[in-house]
């Protein structure tokens, strides 16, 4: 819903010199206690700034309103994806069986329509120095809407074999309704699925927003451009960093504080940071990662290795393998000279 500025009933401040702005207020006792704050000043200080950063960065040519997806929005719409895809959980409480199919189209319907709106605003912001009109943008934007709309289903699926993965990876847990109420492992995975389809679709600030709600809400950050397979459990889930170009197999499962992260990044022709170069770790099928680890680089830890608790790991290891802080401090000079170029360099071959 938009909202007119400057909001009906704000008065003008009066004019304090020649070309200051006009504040609006929204009561005569506001007018009378603004002399205190300088608000002109302030005002024009932060236009100067801001007019500074837009000739910096070439963008001083921008009209129009706000061109951005709404944060508030799209917390709003996950909300309703998440009671679609788990109706019985994670509905309105009131919800009978009977009645989840109702339940599951007018959510639906509310939720696509909300981000039909919000993906047009970001087709819109990408093309901002081009001549895509708005109803190009918004033909397109029902495309991918219904593209995502699609693929549901496919989502639901996988977060099945997440859940059961949580529910059969940990004793403590009784059931999988628990799984999906309490887990915050299990709900950093959902919008992940989510966020995930929506980047390969070609919204990556729409899908960056909804990563960043789960991370705001677990304490799990994983980038939308991460590649999950099935069956993925992070246990305990705090601290966790998973990074744009990591690709984790099926069956994978994570401990709390774990980062699958850069170990350097290239730089441009221009000197700025390349983007979208892979960079972070590749963990192959039934890989276990404990606590504290710190996996970094493009390597790979081969199918159904360990990496114990706190591991600084730089280097790639073959299939089956066990890594603690011991064995990496025992094995440091021949794994040094050849394991890591040896192996590394055959899996990239």
Not at 177 to 186: F, N, R
Request: aromatic content about 6%.
């Amino acid at each position: 819903m938009s909202t007119v500025w400057p909001p009906e009933g704000a008065r003008g401040a009066a004019r304090q010199g020649e070309g200051s702005p006009v504040i609006p207020l929204a009561s005569s006792r506001q007018a009378a206690d603004s002399g205190h704050w300088d608000l002109a000043a302030v005002v024009g200080g932060l236009r100067a700034v801001r007019d500074r950063w837009r000739e910096s960065q070439g963008r001083t040519k921008e009209f129009g309103g706000r061109e951005f997806p709404s944060r508030d929005a799209l917390q709003q719409i996950v909300g309703q994806l998440v009671g679609a895809l788990f109706p019985m959980r994670l509905g309105p409480t009131d919800l009978r069986q009977e009645s989840e199919d109702f339940y599951v189209g007018y959510t639906l319907d509310a939720a696509l329509h909300g981000l039909l709106e919000q993906v047009t605003l970001e087709l819109l912001h990408q093309a901002r120095h081009s001549a895509l009109s708005v109803d190009t943008a918004r033909a397109q934007a029902i495309g991918l809407v219904r593209e995502f709309a699609a693929v549901l289903p496919d989502i639901r699926a996988l977060l099945d074999t997440d859940v059961l993965a949580a529910y059969q990876g940990d004793p403590a847990a009784r059931s999988v309704d628990e799984i999906v109420l309490c887990y915050p492992g299990v709900l950093a995975v959902i919008y992940h699925r989510i966020a995930h389809r929506l980047y390969r679709f070609g919204v990556p600030l729409i899908a960056r927003i909804v990563s960043e709600l789960a991370h705001s809400a677990t304490g799990i950050d994983i980038h939308p451009g991460a590649t999950v397979g099935h069956s993925f459990f992070i246990d305990h889930g705090t601290g966790v960093v998973i990074g744009e170009t990591a690709v984790i197999g099926n069956r994978v499962r994570l401990y709390q504080a774990v980062t699958l992260g850069a170990k350097r990044f290239e730089i441009g022709e221009d000197g700025a940071l390349a983007k979208g170069q892979p960079r972070h770790p590749v963990l192959e099928d039934d890989v276990v990662v404990y606590a504290g680890a710190t996996i970094l680089g493009r390597i790979t830890i081969g199918a159904g290795s360990s990496i114990g608790g706190n591991v600084w790991l730089t280097h790639s290891v073959p299939p089956g393998s066990h890594i603690s802080q011991a064995s990496l401090q025992q094995h440091a000079p021949a794994l040094r000279e050849g394991l890591h170029e040896g192996l590394h360099e055959g899996r990239r071959a």
